[in-house]
């Protein structure tokens, strides 16, 4: 056949993807119904062509069919079946404005038209007196039977569910197909019928020839005349059940291994036809051989070009949709003299050419058939109603075909016609041409955007796996930190900015997000082994090459000591955000990510000081001697020997220093404030070690913290500096030359800690070796002296380290004879080996 169709759209929908099989059936006269997965159904005139009802359903519709009186409409949902009267939905109807520009008339369904409870309901088809469900529990298939007047079960059948592996998955849940056959020679009254309605009186109702009804569902059957209920399963196969013979069961005429689209028959009444989701097709017939006794049932086995969405069949005539095109498929026989078995030789021949070349529609998009109507005002001509994918209701003109099956073009009105179908043709296959060039351009896009996510997941994890020079290499993502101290709502607290530089040669696009994880290092004792760790997330849109992207959060209050903490960095990014609205319909991919450990800082206690000078130091921590807590503690110690803690030395009792070789301090020093002004130029010794050692250790910083508050620097001139430690207490540092050693003195900085609180002390203290093994990894090489450690006292050292051993055995020993008495005694004697080993402490060469 030459030629395609021509398309006219008659309403639209708005159908997007739903959980069930979209369903077009004949309805009232001239009324089609419609019903698209969601929880409206549709009553759509195709005499007037526009929609005249809307059915509010209590659930997603499944499935609806009208009764064989045309009295009842049977809506399937998912919590039963309801029965809609077709006088109270026609008075909506007629009730509602003439007018063709209002709205369709809406009736809500309420669950007093509940008439069969029954859970999962897909299929329904009203036969006779009957009322036929077809629904899935669990791991079986459902076909019960109701009696109509009543709705009393009558009986119900179960057959196993199996598991069909298809190529292709599709979003849809394929619902089964039911259907009825009958025997030609058990109604009397199709004789006089015409054959339209002979061959099916109803949407759903096929008659067979007696001979192949009985070759098919055996002489018990055929004898008894009952109808013979069909149904196709999603598992492929295609079970009858007699209705009228008493003691049956479902039984397997026939499995496709794949899911079922249709069955129907054609020839009118010669074939049974069933078709698959993946294009295999089954055609059930008797052979022409012999006499009636002696036919059997010739089964031939075919595959179409596939998948197939939907499907119904005309006379000889198949019409099937696989999404991107509509095809005809002509089971005609022909007509040929020969008789016998050439015969069927030569029907077979032709049938398993027709199967190989279907005739192409040029119709794409087609997701639901409704079966073939004549055009009364065009003889000859053939009307199929479709619903597309984007939920258009579609009425397709099918080219007129002669005996030859090719257009015939004799007259004007064809020619015309012929024209029409070419636009109509040019304007199918540009939206088609746009539609797979939107999804090969999207796809394109998805692709460049995760080959860019896997650029950037090697580069980040050979920086974070590459071990030959791990002190210089850095990654080209990665990120730097400063602290500053704020003041909100009366209270003082610590902020951390953390800055993410993109070094690196790829765009940081839509998806990323950078998490940033704080824990300490040494959780405080109240805790109770509870994870401290607290997280934070910043999604951001786009970081171009050479951008930096800046991030504050809080890091500690002022008065909290469970310092230091530990700053994790990493890249995390979501799938999920590679298809975009897609990925809705993806539940599972919502929480998949990539994640790309970027690098780890510390913040210290120095990072956490607050300098300024003696005079501001004293003036800000005057205001919290007025608490009634910090009043007593500041008694208690005056009490215990101790002087007020304003910000004088007489009452920085604790102190731990630590002592560096000033020559390693110059040439190291130089080297690091050289390559910061000008690595190429020339390295000049600092004028003051003790002043640039401060500085040094107020503003860098090991690991990419920085301080962003260096203070006033009139409280360094003097290498003293005054400052508030985190816990509120005031610290000062100091950094001086000593000459160290006996036989030859070793010229050295000694920087000293002095607080009122320990912990402040302790804190520092750790703060300042972390600061100066980072800054000797910088140091130049050399070799130290044999005769210079020897002339350093180290023999005493040693022994000063031996006596305040022997002190802390003695304490242990006094304290388990003692029982509980000495335990302050105890503390005492550790905290002096504690100052001990901080105040002496060996020089670092």
Not at 178 to 202: F, G, K, W, Y
Not at 217 to 246: H, N, R, T, Y
Not at 764 to 783: D, G, I, M, S
Not at 830 to 838: G, S
């Amino acid at each position: 056949m030459d030629g395609r169709c021509a398309v006219e759209t008659c309403a639209e929908f708005g159908f997007a993807g739903t959980s069930c099989t979209p369903r077009i059936r004949c309805g009232f006269g001239t009324d089609v119904l419609l019903c698209t997965g969601s929880d409206e159904a549709y009553v759509f005139s195709t005499q007037e062509g526009k929609l005249k009802a809307v059915l509010q359903c209590p659930g997603p519709v499944s499935d609806l069919v009208v009764s064989h009186d045309k009295q009842r409409l049977y809506v399937a949902c998912r919590s039963g079946v309801y029965c809609v009267s077709s006088e109270l939905l026609l008075s909506r109807v007629k009730g509602s404005p003439a007018d063709a520009s209002s709205g369709p008339s809406e009736l809500k369904i309420s669950s007093e038209s509940l008439v069969v409870a029954e859970e999962g309901v897909l299929s329904l088809l009203p036969v006779g007196s009957v009322l036929v469900t077809l629904s899935q529990r669990d791991a079986s298939w459902m076909l019960a039977l109701y009696k109509s007047s009543n709705y009393e079960k009558l009986s119900s059948f179960s057959q196993f569910s199996g598991d069909v592996n298809t190529e292709e998955k599709t979003e849809i849940r394929r619902s089964p197909v039911l259907i009825c056959v009958h025997s030609r020679d058990a109604t009397p009254s199709s004789s006089s019928s015409n054959s339209s309605s002979d061959e099916a009186p109803s949407q759903g109702h096929f008659h067979l020839d007696p001979v192949l009804f009985k070759l098919l569902f055996g002489v018990d059957i055929a004898l008894a005349k009952s109808p013979v209920i069909l149904c196709g399963l999603p598992d492929g196969c295609v079970c009858f059940v007699p209705l009228c013979l008493p003691g049956s069961r479902l039984r397997v005429l026939h499995s496709l291994e794949q899911p079922v689209v249709f069955v129907g028959s054609s020839g009118p009444g010669r074939c049974l036809v069933a078709v698959g989701a993946l294009g295999r097709v089954v055609l059930m017939k008797a052979d022409k051989g012999g006499s009636t006794e002696g036919r059997r049932n010739v089964l031939t086995e075919g595959c179409v070009p596939g998948p197939v969405v939907c499907g119904c069949v005309d006379k000889n005539t198949v019409y099937y949709s696989t999404g991107s095109d509509l095809l005809l498929l002509d089971l005609s026989e022909g007509k040929s003299g020969e008789e016998g078995q050439g015969k069927d030789e030569e029907t077979r021949r032709k049938m398993d050419a027709a199967l190989q070349s279907p005739t192409s529609l040029n119709v794409c998009r087609v997701v639901a058939l409704a079966p073939p109507t004549c055009n009364t005002a065009a003889p000859g001509v053939v009307e199929l109603l479709g619903l597309s994918v984007r939920g258009q209701l579609q009425r397709m003109r099918l080219p007129v075909r002669t005996e030859d099956s090719r257009l015939s073009s004799g007259s004007d009105s064809q020619v015309g016609r012929s024209v029409r179908d070419l636009l109509s043709s040019i304007g199918d296959v540009c939206e088609r041409a746009s539609v797979l060039k939107t999804s090969i351009k999207s796809k394109n896009q998805i692709l460049q955007r995760l080959n860019q996510v896997l650029n950037i997941s090697f580069l980040l994890m050979a920086g974070a796996n590459g071990a030959e020079h791990p002190p210089l290499q850095e990654n080209p993502i990665r990120c730097r930190a400063s602290t500053s101290w704020s003041r909100l709502l009366q209270e003082d607290s610590l902020t951390l900015t953390c800055v993410l530089d993109n070094s690196s040669a790829y765009v940081l696009e839509r998806g990323w997000t950078l998490s940033i994880t704080v824990f300490p290092l040494c959780p405080p004792p109240s805790a109770g082994g509870e994870n401290l760790s607290t997280n934070f997330s910043f999604p951001f849109q786009s970081l171009h090459p050479g951008e930096t992207l800046d991030v504050s959060l809080p890091l500690a209050a002022a008065g909290e000591s469970s310092f230091p903490v530990t700053v994790s960095c990493s890249l995390l990014f979501s799938l999920a955000s590679l298809l975009g609205e897609e990925a809705a319909n993806l539940p599972a991919l919502q929480s998949s990510c990539i994640s790309l450990p970027l690098n780890t800082l510390t913040v210290d206690w120095l990072h956490a000081l607050q300098v300024s000078s003696p005079k501001a130091a004293r003036e800000k921590i005057t205001p919290h001697a007025t608490d009634a807590i910090e009043a007593f503690l500041r008694s208690h110690r005056i009490r215990c020997g101790g002087n007020a803690e304003g910000g004088r030395e007489g009452g920085l009792k604790y102190s731990a220093s630590v002592r560096v070789s000033a020559e390693l301090l110059r040439d190291t020093l130089m080297v690091v404030k050289s390559s910061h002004l000008d690595p190429a130029g020339t390295k000049t010794a600092p004028e003051n070690v003790c002043l640039s050692l401060l500085e040094w250790l107020l503003s860098e910083g090991p690991g990419g913290v920085t301080t962003g508050q260096k203070g006033d620097q009139m409280a360094m001139r003097g290498s003293v500096v005054h400052a508030q430690s985190l816990n509120r207490h005031a610290v000062k540092l100091t950094a001086k030359e000593v000459n160290v050693g006996v036989e030859e003195s070793l010229n050295t900085v000694e920087v000293q800690v002095h607080s009122s609180s320990i912990a402040a002390v302790c804190g520092l203290h750790h703060a300042l070796l972390r600061r100066v093994q980072t800054l000797l990894q910088r140091a130049p090489e050399r070799a130290a002296s044999t005769k210079r450690v020897q002339s350093l006292g180290l023999r005493e050292a040693l022994r000063r380290a031996e006596h305040l051993l022997q002190q802390i055995q003695q304490s242990r020993v006094s304290g388990v004879f003692s029982g509980g008495a000495s335990t302050e005694q105890m503390s005492r004697t550790l905290l002096d080996v504690y100052r001990e080993l901080r105040e002496n402490p060996l020089v670092i060469i």
